[in-house]
């Protein structure tokens, strides 16, 4: 079974903190993808990464930020947080083939207060 | 611009009827679909796939139907149980031209099966 983790469960910093989140996968997949899900927006996808030290935007990446510098992790980046990310932050895994399912950690629920 | 859609946000259905989640697509370059479930402070979970060279998969309860010339892919759960009231996400890939793996989701259909 592929397993996801993710640092935290739940998170609360203040408005400026640089919040660090991370994901862990065990099943050596190529392929990590940070979303965030917020009510009535699905999933969102931020930024992804298709190899060590290799990383894309995605749909919503600005006021974050990645790192991959191992195969298993995957870190996001808040360089500054603001109330607007707020969310639910979730780490996915796939392995580079012809399937497209993604594994997904638990989440980590986000409040900048 | 939201390329795949769920213009149902919540379902509600009794226990032992069928569920039908609906899902719409705009691109047609997407050659793979997927459906997710995911309960409260939780991650999703893989359902059920579909290729876009296929109109039906099957597993269990769980049928997925794809009609591209609609753009429409629906997820039936017969017979519905409690336990499948959960939030319900399809998604969409182009893995035939990008191979990123990239997921477009929907917004997401609430389920709720009463007992």
């Known amino acids: 079974d592929v397993k996801v983790t993710q640092s935290s469960r739940y998170l609360v910093k203040r408005t400026g903190e640089k919040v660090f989140l991370e994901c862990v996968q065990d099943?050596?997949?190529?392929?990590m993808f940070w979303y965030r899900q917020d009510p009535g927006l699905g999933l969102r996808l931020i930024y992804f990464s298709y190899d060590v030290k290799m990383k894309e935007k995605g749909d919503i990446p600005e006021g974050y930020s990645v790192s991959r510098e191992k195969k298993e992790r995957f870190s996001l980046i808040l360089e500054s947080a603001s109330t607007n990310q707020t969310s639910m932050y979730l780490c996915a895994s796939r392995y580079s083939g012809t399937r497209a399912e993604q594994y997904f950690g638990p989440g980590t629920r986000l409040t900048v207060t | 611009d939201q390329q795949v859609k769920q213009n149902s946000p919540s379902l509600s259905v009794q226990e032992g009827r069928i569920s039908i989640l609906n899902c719409d697509y705009t691109?047609?370059?997407?050659?793979?679909f997927l459906w997710y479930k995911k309960y409260p402070a939780e991650g999703p979970t893989f359902l059920i796939s579909i290729s876009s060279i296929k109109d039906k998969n099957e597993d269990g309860r769980f049928t997925v139907f794809l009609n591209k010339s609609a753009k429409h892919l629906s997820l039936h759960i017969v017979p519905s149980q409690p336990g499948d009231s959960a939030v319900y996400f399809c998604a969409a890939s182009d893995l035939g031209s990008s191979n990123t793996g990239k997921l477009i989701f929907g917004q997401g259909t609430t389920l709720q099966v009463k007992p």
């Open positions: 099943m050596d997949h190529e392929n």
């Open positions: 691109n047609s370059m997407f050659d793979y």
